[in-house]
């Protein structure tokens, strides 16, 4: 079995949405005073690699401790996007690309290929995000979630987050936001899991995201 991980690692003075601060990794118990390690951890639940559930938008909706397990694994398709220039839509043609696989996956995961800038100022430039005709395609379907190597499903200067609200408002599914290495996943379908920390009345939560190949 091959396995990649699309996940970037946590760690203090990584990239976070602009006016989020950044996470602290403080030593809570040492080998040496205690005789194990300890760290307390401070960060915010959309940090890094992570999944907005409908809850992120909207109150009274589905929080992330109340999606069956099911909903964060299933057979994925990578749409390659890598070739589009900033501030370019992402249309219904990038996904016929791939016929019927893209109503054979449970997840749509768009390759960017933004995570190359991961930890630079262009991470939070205009990167190409998801026409109207391709949100639709995606709340008609019975997707599971969709994902970008990017830091938001929105124009960073969407800060009414429009395409959050459409995808979020009547659909249970999940969006995964800061993935890396979608690259090297191919054009077939695979398999993928994204795995939240499970926490109480969770609006969102960094998520361990894989791809394997059987």
Known sequence: MRVIDLTHTI???????????????????????DGFKET????????GTHMDP???????????????PEQFI???LVIDCRDLGEGEAITLERLERYGE???????????LGWDKYWGTERYFGDYPCLDDAVLEHILQGSYK??????????????????????????????NIENLKNLHLCGDGLFWFGCFPLKIEDSDGAPVRAM????
């Open 11 to 33: 760690r203090e003075k990584m990239p976070v949405y602009p006016g989020t601060e950044p996470p602290v990794l403080a030593p809570a118990n040492s080998y040496e005073r």
């Open 211 to 214: 791809a394997w190949f059987e």
């Open 101 to 111: 696989k893209v109503r054979e996956a449970d997840f749509l995961l768009f390759c």
């Open 40 to 47: 307390k951890l401070t960060f915010f639940s959309h940090t």
């Open 54 to 68: 409908p809850a992120h938008l909207f109150p009274g909706r589905t929080t992330l401790d109340q999606l069956p």
């Open 145 to 174: 979630g969709i994902g970008f190597d990017v830091i938001g499903l929105d124009p960073i200067a969407d800060e009414d987050l429009t395409r959050h609200k459409k995808l979020f408002r009547e659909r249970d599914i999940v």
């Open 74 to 76: 299933g057979r994925a």
